[in-house]
């Protein structure tokens, strides 16, 4: 086991992104995350990597488009306002077929909102997030560790589908500081025939493009499109079950709010509550099955959240809204006390029994 | 790790240093000498090194700097404290012009309950991102009749904003501008680079360093032996810096097995409350 290194999350992503081959940073500042750039700038001047601040976030991410085109590995970060800004690159990378990692350490929102924690942009990531038909694969992190191994497998997975992929965070997580090791990352080999990397005028040249005027062409792109988003629903959902074995009520929470909902599950289950959780790892595929099945068993689902219920609808879409969804949120920068969580635990409990 | 190290390994261009900056020995004046032996208070199992602030002789400025992430905050509290409960009269102040969050201002009502005034930007901790510092700044260095702990902001870039306090630091010299180091920390593993965060540091802020503070740790889940694995590093930066090795500040729960081992073991209350356990 590699030594332990004390890292903040923000830290923790741009380290990870080293180790798994990332040489190519653009971003521009915004609290809350901040040193994942700084950690970039001391960092990749060392190890012959880019960093570049660019004069804007939408420049950020059209220089993402320009590495990401070459079949390098390519990353920027933001928090929520600047995501919005990055977000007709994105859906240009989207059309273009591009693997990148775009990071996104949520703060409260809308417009400018603040600089505290949030879970806000959860409709934004996984419903796409910019014009036209497409989704990011995006994972959501809940401890520093995860931070690592997710940016990595982030990567990997883009490449593996030509998607853009997105690490969906939050400010505690950014700037909160946890002991890691940076072990465990694997660096995939993934086809990048498709890449403008010259061609020596050994084969015909590659395009890399989001336009079509042919509706029909364009209709083709989206549909080889999906089918490889088919098969990521298929292959990559990830989640996490605790304590669901015996459990009368779900929660479904991710991020920071599944940290706060364990101290709840352990306060109920002293109280004789049979409570457990299922945790999304993936946003987007959301972990369809695993609600599904549980939803036979339990008496109904409490969603803990940093946002005003964006995910509750994922939960009834994919349990068939077979049993009441409860909510415990937080928003503007606010964190959900267990103390909260508890109280809708004890409020789900007194729900009619599993049918 | 592998490589993290390696990578990180630092030019070695500040070695000789820029005109214009003291160097460290010079300074030395202004810190007291290392103590040969500290109070070692016998316990049932055996000695300890577990020095009490009052042992520790501070000069009436005690200015805490280091990478950020490495611990300032919580040691500046600690220390401001302490002091306040041997009768002495302490002000703190909060120089962090960086990073809005985890700062001085979230202990203001433990600093409040134990009658210690804050000195902080206006804007600490009300989520607007604003580096501004106070004008009662001035009063710290001015008023020579109290103790004054100063908080300075991470890195260089937050040590630029000790600048225009140096000169009258410098002037007074009744200072100790003590190095807050953290082994574990990802861009500080060995001396060479906490050396190079160093001078950032000195150049920036204009005061040179009088001694170093080791603040290894790896958060809530730091054990007596990951901390007493780090002396030899702590050791390492006196020996190459000249400085001497003021304190080892380790957590309350695990000081007394680390005070078995090293010397000048300062215990810490951990600052910043989380809403989860686990």
């Known amino acids: 086991m590699a030594d332990k290194v004390l890292m903040k999350g923000n830290e923790a992503i741009a380290e990870a992104a080293i180790m798994a081959g990332c040489r190519f940073y653009f971003g521009y500042p915004i609290t809350p995350q901040t040193e994942v750039a700084a950690y970039m700038a001391k960092r990749m001047p060392k190890i012959g990597g880019t960093f570049l601040q660019a004069e804007s976030e939408i420049a950020a991410i059209n220089m993402c488009i320009g590495v990401a085109s070459t079949g390098k590995r390519v990353m920027t970060s933001s928090s929520s306002p600047g995501i919005s800004l990055k977000e007709e690159g994105i859906s240009y990378m989207a059309g273009c077929d591009l693997p990148a990692l775009i990071v996104n350490v949520e703060r409260g929102g809308p417009g400018l909102g603040g600089i505290q924690p949030s879970q806000s942009d959860y409709f934004q990531a996984t419903r796409g997030g910019g014009h036209g038909d497409y989704h990011l694969f995006v994972v959501a992190p809940a401890s520093v560790q995860e931070m690592v191994s997710l940016t990595a497998h982030a990567f990997n997975v883009a490449e593996k589908y030509r998607v853009p992929a997105m690490l969906l965070a939050d400010g505690t997580l950014g700037q909160m500081m946890e002991p890691v090791s940076i072990e465990g990352i694997t660096v995939e080999d993934h086809d990048k025939s498709w890449a403008l990397t010259g061609t020596d005028c050994k084969r015909k040249h590659n395009i890399i493009n989001s336009l079509s005027l042919l509706p029909e062409e364009l209709e083709q792109w989206n549909l080889e499109r999906y089918k490889r988003y088919e098969k990521i629903e298929e292959n990559e959902p990830m989640w996490e079950e605790y304590m669901t074995e015996d459990a009368d009520i779900c929660i479904v929470a991710f991020g920071i709010a599944s940290r706060v909902s364990r101290n709840a599950i352990k306060a109920a289950r002293a109280q004789g509550i049979k409570v457990g959780m299922i945790r999304p790892i993936t946003l987007w595929p959301f972990p369809k099955k695993p609600l599904a099945a549980i939803a036979d068993k339990v008496k109904a689902f409490v969603t803990v959240e940093l946002n005003m219920g964006q995910m509750v609808e994922d939960v009834e879409l994919a349990t068939r809204c077979k049993k009441p969804v409860l909510m415990a949120n937080r928003v503007g920068g606010c964190i959900p006390t267990p103390e909260q969580v508890l109280a809708q635990i004890v409020e789900a409990n007194k729900l009619g029994g599993a049918q | ?278």
């Open chain 2, 1 to 278: 790790m592998e490589g993290l190290g390696e990578a990180t390994r630092p030019h070695m261009w500040w070695r000789k240093r820029p005109a214009g900056i003291p160097t460290s020995k010079k300074t030395n004046a202004a810190c007291p000498p290392p103590r040969q032996i500290v109070v070692a208070f016998s316990s049932d199992k055996g000695y300890s090194y577990l020095v009490k602030v009052k042992a520790m002789n501070f000069k009436r400025l005690v200015l805490f700097a280091g990478h950020y992430g490495s611990g300032k905050t919580n040691i500046a509290v600690n220390i401001a404290i302490d002091l306040k409960k041997e009768g002495k009269n302490v002000v703190i102040a909060d120089l962090d012009i960086v990073n809005p969050y985890y700062r001085t201002k979230d202990s203001e009502q433990e600093l409040n309950e134990a009658g210690i005034p804050l000195i902080s930007s206006d804007y600490a901790n009300s989520n607007v991102d604003v580096p501004a510092l106070p004008q009662a700044l001035y009063s710290l260095v001015d008023q020579k009749d109290r103790y004054g702990i100063m908080d300075i902001g991470g890195d260089d870039r937050g040590a630029l904003a000790l600048g225009r306090y140096a000169p009258a630091i410098l002037e007074e010299n009744n200072y100790e501008m003590l190095l807050v180091i953290n082994k574990y920390r990802p861009l500080t593993p060995d001396a060479a680079s906490t050396m190079e965060v160093m001078r950032e540091i000195e150049i920036a802020g204009g005061i040179p360093f009088t001694g170093i503070v080791n603040n290894s740790n790896l958060g809530r889940e730091t054990t007596a032996d990951d901390v007493i694995k780090t002396h030899a590093y702590a050791m390492e930066m006196a020996k190459d810096t000249g400085l001497p090795l003021r304190m080892t500040t380790v957590k309350e729960d695990i000081a007394a097995e680390v005070a078995k081992v090293i010397p000048d073991v300062v215990p810490l209350r951990l600052q910043n409350k989380r809403l989860w356990n686990d």
